[in-house]
């Protein structure tokens, strides 16, 4: 009883702590993107880049912006790894081979942060630091700017235009994931994380070896990688590694900075809008399901069968003992829920029904709330296609904030939501067809199924986390995971900037009798069983087929 109070108080502060927040963050964010002022440090980044900070782009030209970024991005990091033994605090460590190098690359730069390596042995600081955590504030502004640029296409009318990447771009960086990242890696490391640039301390184990544990800048990366949602950690361990996550308090915050952009992203939709109850509609859906998921992945990992489970208090296996079943719970389901992939436990221990909560948060296509941006217009698309079911119930052509949703614009909203599933169905069937797949897997049966299912599923939704059971540090899974992590992010992408163009170029469409609301309850409602049915009618096979397979035998 004890540890199922605690992980309500734990659950409840955040919530307080994420109302708190909701407000003030969304107002400021919806400043960020709606003033036409240009900071000193601003217009020079314009200058650099060669981009006219007054001057306005279509939606392809806003693509292309994104995917050359994203291509330059790409090149650098693959670059940056392959000749890291030439780069100063390079600790001695050998360059990255190619397939790695790639798979790395692409991860870092698509938001995803899967990693196949051991960040302490495989990185020097230069990398680590000037690589990877750059990419992890670029990335994580490139999917707030897509999102931003949807909200653009329902606001404005009869234009082309979505407004300037490379300012979207540059002011989230500069306003909004800069000052709050600093302001947190300041507090991790009065909570005691690492932040040096030294080679290491050697550790005498129990049994009398010795073990080089490597310094670094810690705490600057691990304040970004849970505020951008990126989830890629310095150490193998991730954020169950005490230089990391240090204590209880520090494991409570980090869940917190991995929320808090996605959920007030809801309140800079409502203001750019104008209809704050728009948000509060979103933002209801998201945190329902959000609020359900968390749930049911404490009680499957707190209440599992077992003498030693019950002894224990919960499923203990993989667990960090300094947070315990609750903390750790949590924490993997708001990692799943958004796209950030970073763990404090081992999920590949979890319960066979925990598992599937986690694997399940990522099949919604992390909406609820999703990545810094990803999750808005993910929900958005949903809502599109929502509304869109609606007028086929009631015989007229449906509307979304003033704005007909046809035949074009459900096409681009049908082959966003189509691209993720094919992706991970398609990868996981090749993967368990190849022998160089199968090699990889640890595991026979339901749960060898479930670690390959995770590691397309995770690598396709840009999550990053895994069942670490299954070997992917191979040149199959490094180049296959690649080609998922581009394709999944960079597809969609393109397919929501087309929907916003769409849309941008309506009139608006006066509110008549036979317009559905869409910010009472029904329609939130409606929302969220078209969020659940969706996935349940893609992925409900490949779930009995491994974890729900592996909880029936259990």
Known sequence: MSTTLAGILFIGSLLMALAVVYRPLGDYMYRVYTRPSHSRVERAVYRTVGADPDGEQTWGA???????????GILFLYGFQRLQNHLPLSLGRTPVKPDQAWNTAVSFVTNTNWQSYSGETTMGHLVQMSGLAVQNFVSAAMGMCVAVALIRGFVR????????FWVDLTRTCVRILLPIAFAAAIVLIAGGLVQNFGGGHVADTLTGAHQQIPGGPVASQEAIKELGTNGGGFYNANSAHPFENATAWTNWLEILLILVIPFSLCRTFGRMVGQNRQGYAILAVMGGIALVSVTLLNVFQLTHHGTVPAAAGGSMEGVEMRFGVANSATFAGATTLTSTGAVDSFHDSYTSLGGMMTLLNMMLGEVAPGGTGSGLYGMLILAVVTVF???????RTPEYLGKKIGSREIKFAAMYFL??????????????AVPDGRAGMLNRGAHGFSEVLYAFTSASN?????????????????????????LGRFLPIVFVLALAGSLARQGRVPESAGTLPTHRPQFAGMLAGVTVVLVALTFLPALALGPLAEGIRS
């Open 157 to 164: 009318k009869k234009t082309g235009h979505l407004g300037n």
């Open 389 to 395: 079911v609606a007028g086929l119930m009631v015989g």
């Open 62 to 72: 806003y693509a292309r912006s994104v995917l050359a970024f994203a291509l330059v």
């Open 419 to 432: 691209s993720t599933p094919v992706l991970v169905l398609g990868g996981t069937a090749v993967a368990l």
């Open 462 to 486: 840009n999550n990053g986390s895994a069942f670490a059971g299954l070997t992917v540090n191979t040149v199959f899974y490094d180049t296959a995971l690649g080609l998922c992590m581009a």
